[in-house]
């Protein structure tokens, strides 16, 4: 018998996922695999249209500083609300693809809509003034690290916040995803 507390080898993690899977019945397998799109395509479809319908039209450079400090505790707090929602869940998989699904939608719209205020607040931040689409379209390009290079900060507030959403990029992407895959790894083994 293993010690549930050790972490899992590769050979033993495949076995107990497979395991973990098998116990549930197709049918239930493919009901908690459309709830949960569902809930992820409900939740990110919501932080969308939020995100159209609030006029970004306002904002100082402190008020600009102050979204981004928000907007960076909103993403810490909902990635933990989100990872205890998996180390508590049934179906710890399942969940994790909702949070990360959420987690990732919730930081393109925070930091889209903290382009805009830029953009708008001074018409010199980005090398073009940005709408609402643009604002969306730099973030997931940032993200990505494509930088297609049409749209470019160019005011020292507008580089900063673009470095600040790198190193939470970097973060997300590194640490959080690491947290919820162990996180999902703890939950399989406490309950293999």
Do not use: W
Not at 114 to 135: K, Q, R, W
Request: with cysteine.
């Amino acid at each position: 018998m293993t010690d549930p507390e050790a972490p899992l080898d590769a050979p033993e993690e495949a076995t107990v996922v497979a395991r973990y899977v098998r116990e549930i019945p197709k049918s239930e397998q493919r009901r908690l695999v459309a709830a949960a799109v569902g809930r992820a395509v409900v939740a990110c479809g919501g932080l969308l249209v939020v995100y159209a319908l609030i006029p970004f039209d306002r904002g100082s450079p402190p008020q600009i500083g102050i979204v981004v400090v928000v907007t960076i505790l909103l993403l810490v707090l909902v990635s933990l609300l989100a990872l205890r929602s998996v180390a508590r869940s049934e179906y710890p998989i399942v969940r994790a693809f909702e949070a990360l699904t959420v987690s990732l939608v919730l930081l393109l719209v925070a930091f889209g809509g903290t382009y805009l205020i830029l953009s708008n607040s001074d018409p010199a931040a980005f090398d073009e003034t940005l709408n609402h689409m643009g604002g969306l379209y730099f973030t997931l390009t940032t993200l990505t690290t494509i930088g297609y290079g049409d749209i470019a900060p160019v005011s020292d507030a507008a580089r900063l916040t673009v470095m600040a959403q790198m190193v939470i990029d970097v973060l997300i992407i590194g640490v959080y995803i690491k947290l919820v895959v162990n996180t999902v790894r703890s939950r399989l083994g406490s309950t293999g």
